[in-house]
């Protein structure tokens, strides 16, 4: 959507899909993705849930990290349990569903006119995988007001999300 100032993108109607095939359309929203400290692992034995549905709504996320960054952590989180899906695994997805619903026409801003300052923020969760012992780092750059960030090979990717085809399911 244009606005005098810039560019607005989102994804409402792709969330709002989202919630009601879920059939939660009608929940009470939440005000964050992820619980403060959760940490899930499948070292408790816990009720398993349906893999193929959970690995369904898993598999939904990620194309809104384009323009709801804020999900990038719940989104990488809980696709570390698509093969054994537990119910704490299940109900932590809800939530990310129910932070959707909160705002699910939020997206990111490009103005129009932008500035030239380079700006760095990094974030990380040392030993936060207990399953890998890994630790998850993640940071993003700006320039001006714009997000882009250095990929693997060295090249800089713009995140400036391509339209997509219209394409009926």
């Not at 932070?99 to 030993?127: H, N, R």
């Not at 320039?143 to 250095?150: S, V």
């Amino acid at each position: 959507m244009g606005t005098k100032d810039g560019l607005v993108l989102s994804q409402r109607k792709y969330t709002l899909d989202i919630l009601e095939d879920s059939g939660i359309l009608g929940c009470r929203p939440c005000s964050f993705p992820m619980e403060r400290n959760l940490k899930l692992d499948n070292e408790e034995e816990d009720d398993h849930v349906d893999a193929s549905e959970y690995r369904r709504l898993i598999g939904r996320f990620p194309y809104l990290q384009a323009t709801r960054p804020d999900l990038a952590y719940s989104i990488n989180v809980l696709s570390q349990f698509v093969l054994d899906p537990q119910q704490r695994h299940f109900d932590a997805a809800m939530r990310v569903l129910r932070d959707l619903k909160a705002i699910p026409g939020q997206g990111i801003f490009f103005p129009k006119e932008g500035g030239t300052e380079l700006v760095a923020y990094c974030d990380a969760d040392w030993l936060g995988c207990s399953i890998t012992r890994r630790s998850r780092t993640g940071y993003i750059l700006l320039l001006g007001e714009l997000p882009f960030h250095r990929n693997q090979r060295n090249s800089w990717l713009f995140l400036a999300p391509r339209p997509k085809p219209n394409i009926a399911p």
